[in-house]
C-alpha cells in the first residue's frame, strides 16, 4: 500500500498569499497519478488537479500542481477567502487507492 | 449536470445491516467504474470498494472484505453499498464517486450519507 504523507499539518496564511502543499509517498507513483482535491466543511470533495499537474475543468490557474516521483506539491499562487478549506492528495497508481491525511488551509 | 445522490444511511446498531445507494444522473452511469469512499467525521478520506463499468470486477479495502458488498444497476443508474455486521468503526460519511474516463481520479462526488453504527 502506498502511504501518503502530507505537511504541513495546518498552514496559516491571510487572502493573497501563496501556499504551498507537500505530498509525499512512501514509494514512487509511477505515471505521475496523484490527485489533489479541496473539501470545505459539510462538503464532498471536489477535484482540482489530476495527474499531478493538469487542472480539472472549471479550475482557476491559480492552483497548480507540480512533482513526480515520491514528492509533489499543490500550490495556490494567491489565496482567496474561498481557497480557506482541507486539500488532500491521493494516488491511483497502485490498489488500494490512498489518501493523504490533509491539510488543512485556514485564515491567518 | 452530472449529479450523484446517495442515500440509505442512518443510526443502526452493531452486528446490524444497512444498504447504501447512488443514484446517477446527467452521464451514461454503464460506462463509468464507481466507488465508495467514507470518511470518519473530522477525519481522512478512506477508500471503500470499486466496481467496474459491468460489475464483474470489484475491489474492497481489507477492513470491509466480507462484509461489504458493492453492486450496480445500471438500468436504474444506480450503485449500491450492502453493509453487514456493522461495527462501530465503521462509522462515517459514506461517498460515492465517479471515476474518470481518463484516470483513477474522482471527477465527480456525492454529496454523502452518514451512517452511524452505535
Known amino acids: 500500500e502506498i502511504v501518503l504523507t502530507q505537511s504541513p499539518g495546518t498552514l496559516s496564511l491571510s487572502p493573497g498569499e501563496r501556499a504551498t502543499l507537500s505530498c509525499r509517498a512512501s514509494?514512487?507513483?509511477?505515471?505521475?497519478?496523484l490527485a489533489w482535491y479541496q473539501q470545505k466543511p459539510g462538503q464532498a470533495p471536489r477535484l482540482l488537479i489530476y495527474d499531478a499537474s493538469s487542472r480539472a475543468t472549471g479550475i482557476p490557474d491559480r492552483f497548480s500542481g507540480s512533482g513526480s516521483g515520491t514528492d509533489f506539491t499543490l500550490t495556490i499562487s494567491r489565496l482567496e477567502p474561498e481557497d480557506f478549506a482541507v486539500y488532500y492528495c491521493?494516488?491511483?497508481?497502485?490498489?488500494?487507492?490512498?489518501f493523504g491525511q490533509g491539510t488543512k488551509v485556514e485564515i491567518k | 449536470e452530472v449529479q450523484l445522490v446517495e442515500s440509505g444511511g442512518g443510526l443502526v446498531q452493531p452486528g446490524g445491516s444497512l444498504r447504501l445507494s447512488c443514484a446517477a444522473s446527467?452521464?451514461?452511469?454503464?460506462?463509468?467504474?464507481m466507488h465508495w469512499v467514507r470518511q470518519v467525521p473530522g477525519k481522512g478520506l478512506v477508500w471503500v470498494s470499486r466496481?467496474?463499468?459491468?460489475?464483474?470486477?470489484?475491489l474492497y479495502a481489507d477492513s470491509v472484505k466480507g462484509r461489504f458488498t458493492i453492486s450496480r444497476d445500471n438500468a436504474k443508474n444506480t450503485l449500491y453499498l450492502q453493509m453487514n455486521s456493522l461495527r462501530a468503526e465503521d462509522t462515517a460519511v459514506y461517498y460515492c464517486?465517479?471515476?474518470?474516463?481518463?484516470?483513477?481520479?474522482?471527477?465527480?462526488w456525492g454529496q454523502g450519507t452518514l451512517v452511524t453504527v452505535s
Open positions: 446527467g452521464f451514461t452511469s454503464s460506462g463509468y467504474w
Open positions: 514509494q514512487s507513483i509511477s505515471r505521475n497519478c
Open positions: 491521493q494516488q491511483y497508481a497502485g490498489t488500494p487507492w490512498t
Open positions: 466496481i467496474n463499468s459491468d460489475g464483474s470486477t470489484i
Open positions: 464517486a465517479r471515476r474518470a474516463l481518463a484516470g483513477g481520479y474522482y471527477d465527480y
